[in-house]
């Protein structure tokens, strides 16, 4: 007979604590959907500014050219130091991998949203597919450089022996070693990528104008876009100054630089292009006529 009003209690406590959870996730969500809604709005501002692309342009340039300069002021043993560290292997390694699935995702429904034409949204993927072929292409041009400028070497107790062996593959199945000028193909991948992203991401802010539907998984997938580029600066920035010759590291740079040109800077702008990003997205405004 006495239990009756403690598992009345019981129950009451149990039913409040439920409704404060409840009431706790909602303010929970509430504040993540602020923080995404006003972290893309400002995201898109900055990347959408022409005047800041630019600067990105010269800040990407000062961390080649000046970057291995902080190799005096930074502790070698650090875990960027390692070619074997996780970002490396995970992240450098595979950048294009990244790029093309976080990237393709943001193009995809962008386009998609602001036309409903597949088509459309087609030829601006195949951007990617171009990157993906200069990406192989100067993968290949790297290791031909490196070859045709190389030499077998033994390496001994005493220092290096210099064999006669013609090509790379003969002298590594001696058990040699094969030595060339290498262009740093990270510094080049990690380049492009950045310039890459940054062109691509820069429709988000004409998007926003434009008033086109940008819900929650959008601004999240461009959000993440935008992390994945702040992470390859940083990496970008730790290959300068940890790994590769000074020399190779600028010419992986500048081809990068030069193949983001030939591509967005020039060919994309002409009508049998993949086109640029952006580019037929957004309606044109007329311009008024005033008859006499």
């Known amino acids: 007979m006495e239990r009756g009003p403690a598992v009345g209690a019981g ?17 929970l969500l509430w504040v993540a959907s602020a923080l995404l809604y006003f972290g893309s709005e400002q995201a898109a501002r900055l990347l959408g500014s022409p005047c800041l692309r630019r600067l990105y342009h010269a800040w990407l340039a000062a961390v080649v050219i000046f970057g291995p300069l902080l190799q005096f002021h930074v502790n070698p043993r650090t ?24 990237l393709g995702g943001f193009v995809l429904l962008v386009v998609f949203l602001a036309t409903r034409r597949v088509a459309v949204t087609a030829r ?6 171009v990157g993906a072929a200069v990406w192989r292409g100067a993968g ?36 040699h070693q094969w030595r060339g000028y290498t262009v740093s193909s990270h510094t080049f991948l990690l ?18 104008a434009h008033g086109l ?14 992390l994945l580029l702040g992470l390859w600066n940083f990496l970008l920035l730790c ?8 020399t190779h590291k600028v010419v992986g740079a500048a081809v990068g630089t030069f193949a983001w040109y030939l591509t967005y800077g ?27």
Request: net charge positive; glycine share 8%; aromatic share 14%.
């Open 140 to 175: 290949r041009a790297f290791l031909l450089i490196e070859d045709l400028t190389g030499s077998c070497f033994e390496p001994l107790p005493q220092g290096l022996l210099l064999h006669e062996l013609p090509d790379r593959r003969s002298c590594l199945a001696a058990g």
């Open 213 to 226: 539907p940008a819900g929650a998984p959008l601004r999240l997938v461009f959000l993440l876009n935008v």
């Open 239 to 246: 290959t300068v100054i940890y790994f590769h010759q000074y």
């Open 266 to 292: 020039s060919w994309y702008h002409q009508p049998w292009s993949p086109g640029s990003p952006g580019h037929g997205l957004f309606p044109r405004p007329h311009s008024s006529r005033k008859h006499n």
């Open 79 to 102: 875990i960027f130091a390692s070619h074997g560290n996780f970002f490396n292997i995970k992240f450098v390694n595979s950048a294009w991998g990244w790029t093309c699935t976080f």
């Open 11 to 27: 129950l009451g406590a149990g039913a409040r604590i439920r409704a404060l959870l409840g009431c706790l996730v909602k303010v």
């Open 124 to 129: 601006h993927l195949s951007r990617l597919v």
């Open 191 to 208: 380049t492009f990528c950045c310039l890459l992203m940054a062109e691509e991401a820069a429709v988000f802010a004409k998007y926003l």
